[in-house]
């Protein structure tokens, strides 16, 4: 791809800085806000949430619990109480409602090293041939989730770069600085979006779920689309725009279906044409009318 | 990869390589991961598990490594394992030689535990089985050398249960008590209080794994004087009394009183000279 048509769009100027960065700024604010409600107690004292992305309290009220390691732990044949039961129900939930890879791009702090390192590659202009089916993430998934059953431990959290990352940075991190400087170069030098997009589990499970996500990106303007394919170059998932955005002769839906999407939004940031808009799953009419966010992601843990 | 075989669909045959690449990759993460999972569960014995720990193996199955008994444990006394440790990744332990369990009453790392990894059914601290203290060392005890150190009697929660003295002879001064710190397992918890507390450099008492720190009697093994008390008597062979050949009026309790004079001879002589003196009179008469 060209690096420096993406960082200078002929049409630049018709839309404001805040207008090509919208997504990408929340986005950032839900990572850090959430991570930063974690942190709040152990650097400040401010226990209102304890606990970690795999489980957590909040208020001494609210239990969330991260559905993919319940399943590993009802898996490995042990029945967790009531509390874990119901945190994994009501985030399970809350994903259905949102899409599940929101977990990915607005909650997951690995998230924010493997853009660094996608940001990085690009501006070197790193191009590196190696590529890895993007479905060996479901084939992980498999493999973590018989290792539970074979094992009877949850033998996958001895190495989850996600949890360790997230625990690492609210407890102590220990080694796990070099896990995260190991996902930092594989993304920069080995392949393009290698950890996120084509091998991690947790957001193979995540996808699953979102099968059923409610929340949807659309191409809802997709008749305006003028080929530049600034949106391809930037989605960390482009495989599933196209159905989407060229599907109209086809006669497919303007939603974007496919379940990698992580609703991210930068498809939305980077499009001068303003094809891209949030909305329901439901929802396959293509509007005129300038995108506006149907559903507003909330900054949710989980 | 080649393209184009000699036979077949070049578009099949990529895609049959590509997915025997991928599942191929998968299984070896799988058997690595499945390895690596089998080393770990071999805890440290240093590294005690919280209060209420199910098992090593089901507790491995069970925690999401959370933290929550990390938290509101009030004395800051666990940690997770960082990767690197020879724990679990991300369990929480401690080491009872840095800070040992302030057995609080309440126990709120169980109460807090979501996933029942510490067994919710412990209410009792008293009941809790972290590990057993045994005093590993008696070379380098002080109250095996004599002196009256006795910290690790004196700080145990459970003194004069979990830990009691046993007087034993000093055969090195010949005439001085060893009061040896004697640990009992039915009421030890494991806290690691004698372990923190031991005056040594290297604690001689250590609190250590149920499994390494307890011999296990045979399933079938039967203690008879056990069984005897059970049944109320023999029940073997009804008892035969024992005959000695002893002297007239001596008898043997072969059940620890030894030899018994069963009725004592009267004295030649009496308490005093009258009534030896007046002896047989009444007889005589």
Same mark, same amino acid.
């Given at each position: 791809?060209?690096?420096? !048509?993406l960082?200078v769009? !002929?049409?630049?100027g ?5 207008? &090509?960065?919208?997504w990408? #700024?929340l986005?950032r ?8 409600l974690?942190l709040?107690?152990?650097w400040?004292g401010l226990w209102?949430?304890?606990g970690n992305l795999?489980?957590s ?5 609210? @239990? #969330?619990?991260d559905?993919?390691? =319940?399943l ?12 874990a039961?119901t ?14 890879r929101i977990?990915c791009?607005w909650v ?5 090293v =493997?853009? !660094?390192?996608?940001w990085? &590659?690009? &501006?070197?202009?790193i191009?590196?041939?190696?590529s890895?089916s993007?479905?060996? &993430?479901?084939?992980l ?5 018989v290792?539970s ?8 959290e001895l ?5 360790l990352?997230?625990r690492? #940075?609210?407890y ?10 190991a996902i930092? #170069?594989l ?6 979006? !290698? ?6 589990p ?5 996808s699953?779920i979102?099968?059923f996500?409610?929340?949807r ?5 997709r ?5 530049c394919?600034?949106c391809?170059?930037?989605? @960390?998932e482009p495989?599933?725009?196209k159905?989407a955005?060229?599907g109209?002769?086809k006669n497919?839906?303007?939603v974007?279906e496919?379940a990698?999407?992580?609703?991210c939004g930068?498809c ?6 303003q094809?891209?808009e949030?909305g329901?799953r439901f ?7 300038v995108?506006?966010p149907?559903?507003?992601p909330?900054e949710?843990?989980q | 990869m $080649?393209k184009?075989?000699?036979?077949g669909d070049?578009a099949r045959r990529?895609f049959l390589v590509d997915?025997a690449?991928?599942?191929?990759g998968a299984?070896?993460?799988?058997l690595?991961v499945?390895v ?7 805890? %440290?014995a240093?590294a005690i598990?919280p209060p ?5 193996t089901d507790?491995?199955g069970?925690c999401v ?5 990390v938290?509101?444990c009030?004395?800051d *006394?666990? $940690?997770?394992a960082? /990767?690197g ?7 929480p ?7 040992p369990?302030?057995m609080?009453e ?5 109460a807090?535990c979501?996933?029942g ?7 009792d ?6 590990g057993l203290a +045994?005093?590993v060392?008696h070379e380098?005890?002080?109250n095996?050398?004599?002196l009256?150190c006795?910290v690790?009697?004196? +700080?145990c929660p459970?003194?004069d249960k979990a830990i009691?003295?046993e007087?034993q002879?000093?055969r ?6 060893l009061?040896?710190?004697t +640990?009992?397992s039915?009421?030890?918890t494991?806290?690691?209080?004698c372990?923190r507390?031991?005056v040594?450099e290297?604690?001689?008492?250590k609190? *250590?794994p149920m499994h390494?720190a $307890? ?9 008879g004087?056990e069984?005897?008390?059970?049944a109320g ?11 000695y050949?002893?002297?007239e009026?001596?008898?043997y309790?072969?059940e620890?009183?030894?030899l ?5 001879? %009267?004295? %030649?002589?009496?308490?005093?000279a /009258?009534?030896t003196?007046?002896?047989?009179r009444d007889?005589a $008469?």
């Amino acid at each position: 791809m060209n690096v420096v !048509a993406l960082k200078v769009p !002929a049409v630049q100027g018709e839309r404001s800085w805040w207008q &090509r960065h919208k997504w990408l #700024l929340l986005r950032r604010t839900s990572q850090l806000s959430i991570l930063g409600l974690f942190l709040l107690g152990p650097w400040f004292g401010l226990w209102l949430v304890k606990g970690n992305l795999s489980s957590s309290l909040t208020l001494d009220v609210l @239990p #969330l619990t991260d559905p993919y390691v =319940t399943l590993q732990v009802l898996l490995s044949g042990h029945l967790p109480l009531a509390a874990a039961l119901t945190g994994a129900v009501i985030v399970s939930v809350f994903y259905l409602l949102v899409g599940g890879r929101i977990y990915c791009s607005w909650v997951c702090p690995v998230n924010m090293v =493997t853009d !660094a390192a996608h940001w990085l &590659r690009e &501006r070197l202009g790193i191009r590196s041939t190696q590529s890895f089916s993007r479905n060996i &993430r479901y084939w992980l998934l498999a493999a973590t989730l018989v290792l539970s059953v074979v094992t009877g431990t949850l033998a996958w959290e001895l190495v989850n770069p996600v949890s360790l990352a997230h625990r690492g #940075l609210i407890y102590s991190m220990g080694l796990g600085w070099a896990v995260m400087i190991a996902i930092f #170069l594989l993304d920069l030098l080995i392949s393009r979006r !290698a950890w996120c997009s084509h091998l991690c589990p947790v957001g193979a499970f995540y996808s699953l779920i979102n099968r059923f996500g409610l929340l949807r990106i659309r191409a809802a303007r997709r008749a305006a689309c003028d080929d530049c394919m600034d949106c391809f170059a930037v989605c @960390p998932e482009p495989q599933v725009i196209k159905p989407a955005l060229k599907g109209a002769p086809k006669n497919l839906t303007p939603v974007i279906e496919s379940a990698t999407c992580t609703n991210c939004g930068r498809c939305i940031d980077v499009c001068d044409k303003q094809v891209f808009e949030f909305g329901s799953r439901f929802n396959h009419s293509e509007s005129g009318v300038v995108a506006m966010p149907a559903a507003h992601p909330r900054e949710e843990r989980q | 990869m $080649k393209k184009g075989g000699t036979q077949g669909d070049p578009a099949r045959r990529r895609f049959l390589v590509d997915m025997a690449r991928t599942a191929c990759g998968a299984a070896l993460f799988g058997l690595g991961v499945g390895v690596y999972s089998t080393t770990s569960r071999a805890l %440290p014995a240093e590294a005690i598990r919280p209060p209420g720990a199910l098992p090593e193996t089901d507790f491995q199955g069970a925690c999401v490594r959370c933290g929550l008994c990390v938290r509101d444990c009030p004395y800051d *006394i666990l $940690k997770l394992a960082e /990767l690197g440790e020879p724990v679990a990744l991300g369990t929480p332990y401690f080491t009872a030689r840095e800070k040992p369990c302030e057995m609080c009453e309440d126990i709120p790392c169980v109460a807090a535990c979501p996933t029942g990894a510490l067994d919710h059914g412990l209410t009792d601290i008293d009941d809790a089985r972290m590990g057993l203290a +045994v005093l590993v060392d008696h070379e380098t005890c002080l109250n095996y050398q004599g002196l009256r150190c006795d910290v690790c009697y004196r +700080v145990c929660p459970s003194i004069d249960k979990a830990i009691t003295l046993e007087l034993q002879h000093n055969r090195r001064s010949g005439k001085h008590a060893l009061f040896i710190p004697t +640990v009992h397992s039915d009421h030890c918890t494991g806290c690691g209080k004698c372990e923190r507390a031991c005056v040594l450099e290297e604690a001689a008492i250590k609190v *250590i794994p149920m499994h390494l720190a $307890k011999g296990e009697l045979g399933h079938h093994y039967r203690l008879g004087w056990e069984e005897k008390a059970k049944a109320g008597g023999s029940v073997v062979t009804p008892d035969v009394e024992h005959r000695y050949n002893l002297p007239e009026g001596m008898g043997y309790d072969y059940e620890g009183r030894g030899l018994l004079q069963q009725e004592p001879a %009267p004295a %030649p002589f009496g308490n005093s000279a /009258l009534e030896t003196l007046n002896r047989g009179r009444d007889e005589a $008469k």
